[in-house]
């Protein structure tokens, strides 16, 4: 990776060093499922990452779409950022409360609108408060920063580019969600929405990539997973899972690889499961 195309990801004592650092914005990005009775951001509020700032996920969204948590205009991510204090000379580290499980949306929000200087923590706030390091309660009170934002269409798939790969079978789909869920067996989060997954796409768990402690796991188990999904990691893929979360784990988990030819299907399950005119499979 160069200085301008970081390391994806970053460990506990990497940034245990660099606290206070002039250079270093550090984001709190945690979101939790639907039926999950956990607030992220009262937790953000009583404990977190000295100096990090809260990365609303569902604020920073598309608020005319009724799909959740969709990317918003590059307009309203500008605006955000810089009030957040982060500017284009900064180096961005997002984690979450859950270990590894939306930092990496956070990642690819940042990648997505121009700015590549961003890591994840690898194993985010659980392994930091394991390993003993220090939190606080007080938020920072930034001061606005300059951000240059321009979004990268190629990252981003939308519903009828989907349909048509799907159909085509020009870019490999390849689905975040549990086995369960992808195979139509277990119901979904959300309400309303068939089982079941997009045609001809594959299945890589995200949990599988991650170690026990929420780590990810080293580059030639990740790719082996990948290919052992049937996943031909010299042709474009496609990630997707349930809204667009942790499609981004696999994403990562992607260009950790040096796999360079991958975009993000935002709308997800959310969408596709949402229309009884596009087809689905089960099994």
């Not at 918003?72 to 270990?99: L, N, S, T």
């Not at 159909?167 to 119901?187: H, N, T």
Request: net charge negative.
């Amino acid at each position: 990776m160069s200085a301008s195309d970081p390391s994806p990801l970053v460990s506990t004592a990497w940034l245990e060093e660099r606290l206070g650092a002039p250079d270093i914005r550090i984001l709190d990005g945690s979101l939790y499922l639907p039926g999950d009775p956990r607030d992220a951001h009262a937790l953000y509020e009583k404990a977190h990452i000295p100096g990090a700032r809260f990365f609303d996920i569902e604020e920073i969204s598309d608020a005319r779409s009724d799909l959740p948590h969709m990317l918003p205009p590059v307009e309203k991510f500008v605006a955000r950022v810089r009030r957040m204090g982060i500017g284009d000379g900064h180096r961005v580290v997002a984690y979450d409360q859950q270990g590894l499980f939306s930092a990496a949306r956070v990642w690819w929000m940042f990648r997505v609108f121009g700015h590549s200087d961003v890591s994840v923590l690898d194993g985010g706030l659980p392994k930091w408060l394991a390993e003993g390091r220090p939190v606080e309660d007080e938020a920072p009170e930034p001061r606005e920063r300059h951000f240059t934002g321009r979004k990268n269409a190629s990252m981003v798939r939308d519903v009828t580019q989907i349909a048509g790969h799907a159909k085509l079978r020009d870019e490999q789909i390849v689905d975040a969600r549990s086995p369960g869920r992808f195979r139509g067996e277990e119901a979904e989060p959300r309400p309303g929405l068939r089982a079941g997954h997009i045609p001809g796409s594959k299945n890589v768990h995200y949990r599988s990539l991650l170690e026990d402690d929420g780590t990810m796991k080293p580059v030639a188990e990740t790719r082996a997973i990948f290919e052992a999904a049937g996943v031909d990691l010299s042709k474009p893929v496609v990630t997707t899972c349930g809204s667009g979360i942790t499609a981004a784990i696999l994403t990562l988990a992607l260009h950790r690889m040096g796999h360079g030819r991958n975009a993000l299907y935002d709308g997800s399950w959310a969408e596709w499961g949402s229309y009884p005119d596009l087809a689905v499979e089960k099994g």
